[in-house]
Nanobody, 124 residues
Framework: QVQLVESGGGLVQAGDSLRLSCAAS????????MGWFRQAPGKEREFVAA????????YYADSVKGRFTISRDNAKKTVDLQMNSLKPEDTAVYYC?????????????????WGHGTQVTVSS
């Protein structure tokens, strides 16, 4: 089982940037795809971005495409989410998760390990 811990959240103004990081520990493996999800108050958890095991492929939700960038460093066992041009609607708790597969998957049910989340609040 892999343990995931997110960091980097905070309170920013619209248009600002934040960089989230997810550190993995335990029985880690670089052969898993990783994803970032978010959950706003009163809403379901939604997919934000994913990256395959090697980092060669990424995929983004339409709502963040062009503003967010996911990356990974398998040597450091970290997955980052660079968030630029933040909007108030990006306000949510952000979670990183490890998938059961090598390649990208968008479905929550395909992720077997989750972090506890980090709060991102964007004021207008």
């Amino acid at each position: 089982q892999v343990q995931l811990v997110e960091s980097g959240g905070g309170l920013v103004q619209a248009g600002d940037s934040l960089r989230l990081s997810c550190a993995a520990s335990g029985r880690t493996s670089s052969t898993y795809a990783m994803g970032w999800f978010r959950q706003a108050p009163g809403k379901e958890r939604e997919f934000v971005a994913a990256i395959n095991w090697s980092g060669s492929r990424t995929y983004y939700a339409d709502s963040v495409k062009g503003r967010f960038t996911i990356s990974r460093d398998n040597a450091k066992k970290t997955v980052d989410l660079q968030m630029n041009s933040l909007k108030p609607e990006d306000t949510a708790v952000y979670y990183c998760a490890a998938a059961r597969s090598l390649d990208i998957t968008l479905s929550l049910v395909n992720y077997y390990s989750w972090g506890h989340g980090t709060q991102v609040t964007v004021s207008s």
